[in-house]
């Protein structure tokens, strides 16, 4: 930047984003819908299954923040996203060739969780920086649901002209090593792209200290219900491809469920910055968390496979508004310096923590009673939660103690007030 003029992004730089984020969500849909399926396909029951989960949420929660806080640090996070993106298509299709040795697969999951969940973190990053009006993220961001959606439906109808699931883990190794050669040829045509940097990592920590000198019950709130979106994400990722082989459902029929629900949740992206800045970050999150509720229910009566698609309409609330809620809330308010590691860290809250919980638990379940209980009292304790939020919020509100997410999380001096459904209503002191 030079001349105090500001740098915009253009429209190559906006395209090639929306490439990125295509292939980022291409490369998960191809993959993390069927990996359970693979493993079932592979004569692991529900208990191993869930095993799996947990090493995932452990590797996640232990190394995703590191590896975050190292890019931040040292400032590379472009030669970072290229490494991570060849680490995690050598070590998946490594799972091809020890798909019978079991602690060799252990190994592999436990290299590879936390750089495909790192992927995802750091391009989303990567694309806030980008940004300058921040509001603009979920809507190219939007664009990796599309891929998602999309690939997931490619690979359901391959895995059926196949006769294997193989096929989806091939596909995921060579996209990321091809995904990873795209990413280091487009950095020089993005010219509001973070570039590489000579990293202080004393500044880095200087900077999470002010950071953290914010945080309140209010994030402690907003982290918990993040948590628990992933972990419902985590049950129906992990077991609702399950419930509709035991139904009888082709796989054809997943990869369509899943594109549906992808293609759907494009409304959730394109109108969550407006709907934050109409009812907040606690609101949103409660619609989130009451739109995953219904969606748990549907899955825990289905009688016809077919009605799943059904489902797919709430994709948007378990995935699409709880996440970019969060991104979009980082992008305003969190230095730049610590964006990285801020979202690997609610990251791996709702895909680590949250989603490899969830799986566990519910396998731990399924196996001991079954799939379609296990929806159901998911259904029920999101809508529990849900339910319990809402009441405290009226409470809150109703003795004049509400504050939304944006004044409560900030400095008096720094925060934005917003409208919300129960209006803040508090005198905010000196």
Known sequence: MTGGAEVTINDTGRNLLRIACFWKGGLFGAYVPFFSLWLFSKGYNMEVIGMFAV????????????????????????????????????????????????????????????????????????????????????????WGSVGFGCFALLAGFVVDAVGSVDIVIVVFAISAICAAIFWAVIIPYIPTLRQDASGSVGEYFQNLRIFAGVLNWTVLRVIVVLALCGAALGVIGAYEFILLKQLGAPTMLMGLCRFCGCILEMVCFWYCAPLMDRIGLLNVQLLALTGTAVRLFIYATLTNPWHALGAEVFHGCTFALPYASIAVFAGQHVPEELKGSVQSVLLSTMVGLGTGGGAFLGGLFANAFSVQLLFYWSAVAAAAVAGALYFVDILRWATGHYLSAEDSMLPAALADPRDSVFKPIVQKGP
């Not at 949420?57 to 060849?86: F, S």
């Not at 060799?104 to 806030?128: E, H, Q």
Request: proline share 5%.
């Open 55 to 142: 090493l995932d949420l452990c590797a996640t929660a232990v190394l995703l923040p590191l590896i975050g806080g190292l890019l931040d640090a040292y400032q590379v996070h472009n030669k970072g996203l290229v490494a991570i993106l060849v680490t995690v298509g050598l070590t998946k299709y490594s799972m091809l060739h020890f798909y019978d040795k079991l602690w060799v697969l252990v190994i592999l999951t436990i290299i590879s969780a936390p750089f495909v969940k790192a992927s995802n973190a750091v391009l989303d990053s990567l694309c806030l920086y980008a940004f300058p009006q921040k509001g603009e993220f979920p809507k190219v961001r939007m």
